[in-house]
């Protein structure tokens, strides 16, 4: 796969070599009665399973290899791979998941499993083990980060410093944050960890999602129209599924209005990024904070020209930290499916 084609999730911090499909007699001799775990991430995908639990699997990585073309060379591995571990950036499609006729658990490095058909798992009884919410904080931290570079304009200031527009004050007056209506779409984990957060900062939280959550103190509203109108701010914390793609369109953004900023944390496709950028370009809103995008790992270049958008590459959860967390917990959960045990973060 070509490079431009990693993703995010699990393509950091460096690692080992990647383990060869094309094993020795020896490691065939040994991995023979061990469950085959097929490796669906970018080169260095296999350093996320580490040992001991990399040693407990007949690990098969065609990491330089499209999953079509693995099957049709190796189709004996194919046939007889129990169980997936793959990285958010790469999709296993309905077509993807009938190379595999034996696959019965899917182990994803991501909270959103919006790459994977669920649908069909669920109609073959496949297993699927996610990220739970092992990156919920870190999102949640980069989010709110987003928010106060964006309406703070700090990274706008540092650009203008580094130009030695000694006197940039005068064209970078940013805005309060405190005081701030911010609405979040999605109070799931990330949502309510983002509210926290907005609450120290003396901003006024509302939202909007399925459902309206009884536990929380926050006002609710049932359209992200009326969320936009009644707010300054959209910290987007959703999934993409079909209701949500492109639930920010332009009668959202204009409904936001001229001062109003978008941050995005969820998923690209969350935004109809053309009409981002028209808005944008229009002033019809004030400044966006984008970590994700519609065509990851490619960024729209038209973003770059603009000083009041906030660029991150979809970086919310890779802290060391939960990187090595997140190692750990995908070799338990395969322990766990593989010792009959119930999945630690099932998805289904
Ligand atoms: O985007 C990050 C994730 O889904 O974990």
Do not use: W
Request: hydrophobic share 40%.
């Amino acid at each position: 796969m070509e490079d431009q084609n990693l993703p995010h999730h699990t393509s950091q911090p460096p690692s080992t070599e990647d383990q060869n499909h094309c094993t020795t007699s020896d490691q065939q001799l040994q991995n023979l009665n061990l469950p085959k775990v097929l490796l669906h991430g970018p080169p260095g995908f296999s350093s996320v399973l580490q040992p001991p639990y990399s040693q407990k699997f007949h690990l098969l990585n065609p990491s330089s290899l499209p999953l079509h073309q693995f099957a049709a060379t190796h189709p004996h591995h194919c046939a007889t791979v129990a169980a997936v571990l793959c990285d958010g950036g790469y999709p296993l499609t309905l077509d993807m998941l009938s190379l595999l006729p034996s696959l019965r658990l899917v182990v994803t490095a991501s909270a959103g499993t919006d790459h994977v058909d669920i649908d069909e798992c669920r109609r073959r009884g496949i297993q699927v083990a996610g990220a739970g919410n092992l990156f919920s904080e870190d999102v949640a931290d980069l989010a709110v980060a987003l928010l106060i570079d964006v309406v703070m304009k700090i990274s706008a200031a540092d650009r203008s410093l580094r130009k030695r527009h000694v006197d940039s004050r005068a064209i970078t007056l940013a805005s309060k944050v405190s005081g701030k209506r911010v609405g979040i779409v999605g109070l799931g984990r990330i949502g309510l960890e983002v509210a926290h957060r907005l609450e120290a900062l003396e901003c006024m939280v509302s939202y909007n999602s399925r459902k309206q959550k009884p536990f929380v103190p926050y006002p609710f509203y049932s359209t992200v129209l009326e969320l936009a109108t009644n707010t300054n701010v959209l910290v987007l914390c959703c999934s993409l599924n079909d209701q949500t793609r492109h639930i920010i369109n332009r009668e959202v953004m204009l409904a936001l209005g001229k001062g109003g900023v978008i941050v995005n944390v969820g998923r690209g496709a969350l935004i109809d990024e053309k009409q981002l950028f028209n808005c944008l370009m229009e002033g019809e809103i004030g400044g966006a904070g984008l970590d994700v995008f519609e065509n990851e790992p490619l960024v729209d270049e038209h973003f770059f020209s603009l000083d009041n958008v906030v660029l991150s590459p979809h970086a919310g959860f890779s802290t060391l930290d939960s990187y090595l967390a997140i190692c750990q917990l995908l070799g338990l959960n395969l322990e766990a499916f593989f010792s009959n045990n119930p999945l630690i973060t099932p998805v289904i």
